[in-house]
């Protein structure tokens, strides 16, 4: 078996509750120090308390380029150079036939799903070509591959994020930095909120869904292999 590598710094986006808070405790399980990023900023604050281990907090709308830059500038100086790890998790779901989505509705989807994640990443890339380091795990979703009725604007922002994935896989061949898709299908967290509360049969119950927790270990796993294994995609779903 290969020798595991755990990265000394990781961001984790959306990391105040659901999958990211999942990928947060388990990093720090794993004695990675971690910068939250999310916009409630009681929440955050709360988590990065309970995780320890100078869990930093940093509250910040990432669909504003303006929080993006904020959020890299305060994560310099707190770290003193970029993350070892970036986990492109913070997303957002809701599910429209195309007949009463609005243009509004699929701009903000873009913005959080497919542009935040991009910017984030953006601002960490040349320092880790330079310093031939860092991996990005993005978290995408069944719904990059397959489509279902209903979800347009998700699946579009999710498509979008696998293509930006495969293409900086062949741009960072040979540079040490690596990419990781983790594509879950439903995973039981807060997301489901507002979708289930009006009873929709379309998506399973809960019950039947996948935990956070299953998705983090195999983000983490990804995130541990040793620096010469680029795990390029992972696909789960609950048993
Ligand atoms: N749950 C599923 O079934 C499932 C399945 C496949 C893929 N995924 C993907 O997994 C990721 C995490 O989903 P989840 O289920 O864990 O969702 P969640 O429980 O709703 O958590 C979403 C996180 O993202 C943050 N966030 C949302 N908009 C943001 C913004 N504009 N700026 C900064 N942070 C923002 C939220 O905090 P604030 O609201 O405070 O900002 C929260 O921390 C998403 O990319 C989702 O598409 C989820």
Redesign the pocket.
């Known amino acids: 078996m290969t020798s595991s590598s755990v990265p000394k710094t990781a961001l984790v986006?959306?990391?105040?509750?659901?999958?990211?808070?999942a990928i947060a405790r388990a990093l720090v399980r794993e004695g990675v120090r971690i910068a939250l990023?999310?916009?409630?900023a009681a929440?955050?604050e709360a988590r990065a308390k309970e995780l320890g281990n100078h869990t930093l907090a940093i509250a910040?709308?990432?669909?504003v380029s303006s929080e993006v830059d904020r959020l890299v500038h305060e994560l310099g100086g707190a770290f003193g150079r970029a993350p070892d790890l970036l986990i492109n998790?913070?997303?957002?779901?809701d599910p429209k036939p195309l007949h009463v989505l609005t243009g509004e509705e699929l701009e903000r989807m873009m913005k959080?799903?497919l542009i935040?994640p991009f910017l984030v990443l953006r601002a960490l890339l040349p320092e880790w070509r330079e310093q031939r380091r860092g991996h990005v795990i993005t978290?995408?979703?069944?719904?990059d591959r397959t489509i279902f009725p209903g979800n347009a604007a998700?699946s579009a922002s999710?498509f979008g994020a696998r293509a930006m994935h495969e293409v900086l896989r062949v741009e960072t061949k040979g540079t040490g930095v690596r990419t990781t898709l983790v594509?879950?299908?439903?995973?039981?967290?807060?997301?489901?909120d507002p979708v289930l509360q009006h009873g929709d049969s379309r998506f399973p119950p809960r019950s039947a869904?996948l935990g956070?927790d299953a998705v983090a270990d195999a983000a983490v796993w990804a995130a541990t292999r040793p620096a010469s294994v680029n795990i390029d995609e992972l696909r789960m779903s609950a048993s």
């Open positions: 986006t959306g990391g105040s509750r659901g999958i990211g808070l990023v999310a916009r409630g929440e955050l910040a709308d990432l669909s998790n913070a997303g957002i779901f959080i799903n935040a978290i995408g979703s069944i719904a998700y999710k594509s879950p299908s439903s995973t039981d967290t807060p997301i489901w869904m956070a």
